[in-house]
């Protein structure tokens, strides 16, 4: 039934969009992930492959090119020159600018495709903590300065932003503890070994579920849907604690210019299907609306806005 829904879809899509269009694509496209399998950026990836091949007419296969915090994937990206390659992108792709002195890759290198989606990141604390609410421990983190500790999957990860951006919001002196992934993190944050986590809803929801983890706050700008009544950080007391973990799609510079619009515009259609939506909404993931032109804003806009913190703050890539 699914698949019946996403050809009758592609079926009336515009034809510069579809394969109709002879000049472009005139073979397979390839869809580089910079992150491992199983991530939310990988499945948001295969979620969108097959409908945008059906549209197409042209095969999309996901490649995960793994490595330094997605950069390794980025410059294989970038390296491309065949126009028939795409890269998923997250809110690494802004922050690496100011982590990695020596990219292999300049932002030139690549053409925006459009935002695809935010997984929001949730605060949340052993279920055998005290702690019930943003300010009940923002009040024993001040009580006790450097005794608290906060995992993440790593330096420079929006799970490690977000823990840094609060702690230089709320004047908090926290412990970082960086972990290799998210799900390592989380195994010691469930068992009590590190006090607090910003973790992704998708990561973080099923501990919530069970109550061995207690949610206290989202990270993003606005209440999400798979908890209404969780408040966001500024509701909780800490105005500007915001961080959208967003994924984007690019494409190489090479992708042809006449080739452009319609990908922006298949995108930005493929989003807005019940059937695609659907299945964002079961990994944690809500669709983001916008095109070509605002995924160039928001990278202008995000890739300052954290270059400047991370200067501030002295936060390195390990």
Same mark, same amino acid.
């Given at each position: 039934?699914?698949?019946?829904?996403?050809?009758?879809?592609?079926?009336?899509?515009?034809?510069?969009?579809?394969?109709?269009?002879?000049?472009?694509? *005139?073979?397979?496209?390839?869809?580089?992930?910079?992150?491992?399998?199983?991530?939310?950026?990988?499945?948001?990836?295969?979620?969108? %492959?097959?409908?945008?091949?059906?549209?197409?007419?042209? %095969?999309?296969?996901?490649?995960?090119?793994?490595?330094?915090?997605?950069? $390794?994937?980025?410059?294989?990206?970038?390296?491309?020159?065949?126009?028939?390659?795409?890269?998923?992108?997250?809110?690494?792709?802004?922050?690496?600018? %100011?982590?990695?002195?020596?990219?292999?890759?300049?932002?030139?290198?690549?053409?925006?495709?459009?935002?695809?989606?935010?997984?929001?990141?949730?605060?949340?604390?052993?279920?055998?903590?005290?702690?019930?609410?943003?300010?009940?421990?923002?009040?024993?983190?001040?009580?006790?300065?450097?005794?608290?500790?906060?995992?993440?999957?790593?330096?420079?990860?929006?799970?490690?932003?977000?823990?840094?951006?609060?702690?230089?919001?709320?004047?908090? $002196?926290? *412990?970082?503890?960086?972990?290799?992934?998210?799900?390592?993190?989380?195994?010691?944050?469930?068992?009590?070994?590190?006090? /607090?986590?910003?973790?992704?809803?998708?990561?973080?929801?099923?501990?919530?579920?069970?109550?061995?983890?207690?949610?206290?706050?989202?990270?993003?700008?606005?209440?999400?849907?798979?908890?209404?009544?969780?408040?966001? /950080?500024? *509701?909780?007391?800490?105005?500007?604690?915001?961080?959208?973990?967003?994924? %984007?799609?690019?494409?190489?510079?090479?992708?042809?210019?006449?080739?452009?619009?319609?990908?922006?515009?298949?995108?930005?259609?493929?989003?807005?299907?019940?059937?695609?939506? *659907?299945?964002?909404?079961?990994?944690?993931?809500?669709?983001?609306?916008?095109?070509?032109?605002?995924?160039?804003?928001?990278?202008?806009?995000?890739?300052?806005?954290?270059?400047?913190?991370?200067?501030?703050?002295?936060?390195?890539?390990?």
């Amino acid at each position: 039934m699914r698949r019946r829904s996403l050809l009758a879809f592609a079926a009336g899509l515009p034809l510069p969009a579809l394969a109709q269009n002879a000049a472009w694509p *005139e073979r397979p496209l390839r869809l580089i992930v910079p992150f491992p399998p199983g991530g939310a950026i990988d499945a948001m990836a295969r979620i969108l %492959a097959t409908p945008m091949a059906e549209a197409l007419g042209q %095969a999309v296969v996901v490649e995960n090119r793994a490595g330094a915090g997605g950069t $390794t994937g980025t410059g294989v990206a970038a390296q491309t020159t065949d126009g028939h390659s795409l890269l998923m992108v997250s809110i690494a792709h802004a922050v690496n600018p %100011a982590l990695y002195p020596r990219l292999p890759y300049a932002e030139a290198d690549f053409v925006p495709v459009g935002p695809v989606a935010v997984v929001p990141n949730i605060l949340v604390v052993p279920a055998s903590r005290p702690w019930r609410s943003v300010a009940d421990l923002v009040a024993d983190a001040r009580r006790r300065p450097g005794a608290l500790t906060y995992a993440s999957a790593g330096s420079g990860t929006s799970i490690h932003l977000a823990g840094a951006l609060f702690a230089d919001l709320a004047g908090l $002196t926290l *412990e970082h503890v960086p972990y290799r992934g998210s799900a390592p993190a989380v195994t010691d944050l469930v068992a009590g070994r590190v006090d /607090m986590m910003f973790d992704s809803v998708t990561s973080a929801g099923p501990h919530i579920a069970s109550g061995r983890l207690m949610a206290l706050a989202v990270t993003t700008s606005q209440r999400i849907a798979s908890f209404p009544d969780l408040p966001t /950080m500024t *509701e909780a007391g800490v105005p500007g604690a915001v961080v959208d973990p967003w994924f %984007a799609m690019l494409a190489p510079r090479a992708l042809p210019i006449a080739a452009r619009p319609s990908l922006s515009s298949l995108l930005s259609r493929l989003l807005a299907d019940t059937a695609i939506i *659907e299945r964002l909404t079961r990994i944690g993931a809500a669709p983001m609306k916008g095109d070509a032109g605002t995924l160039a804003h928001l990278l202008t806009e995000e890739t300052a806005r954290w270059g400047a913190f991370i200067q501030r703050a002295g936060i390195k890539a390990e």
